[in-house]
C-alpha cells in the first residue's frame, strides 16, 4: 500500500471516529445534577375561596395560642371587681314594681 491509500484510510478511521462520538452523544447524554423541584397545581375553587376571605397556612394551634398583649394582660395585676347594690337598694327596687300594679 502506498502512503496516499493510508492517508485515506486514517482520514476515514477519524470521520467514523467523529460520527460515532457524535452519535454516542446523542444517544448517552453526560449526566447533571437535578436542578430544584417546583410542584404547581392549578387553584380549586375552594383554594380561591379561601384567598379572597384572607386564609392563612397557620394551624389551629397558631391561631388558639396566646400572643403578646394577651399574655401581658394575663401577667399584670387585676383590679377589684365591682361592688354589687346593697339589698336595700334590691330590696326598693322589687317593692316600687309590687306598688306598681293597679
Known sequence: MN?????RIATAFESIAVTLAQFYEKMYPPKHEPGDVTLTRIATEEDKIREAQGATE?????WLDI???ERALLESPQPNPPRRA????????????IERKP
Open 3 to 7: 502512503d496516499g491509500t493510508i492517508a
Open 58 to 62: 397557620e394551624t389551629t394551634d397558631q
Open 67 to 69: 400572643g403578646p398583649r
Open 86 to 97: 346593697s339589698r336595700g337598694v334590691a330590696k326598693a327596687s322589687r317593692v316600687s314594681s
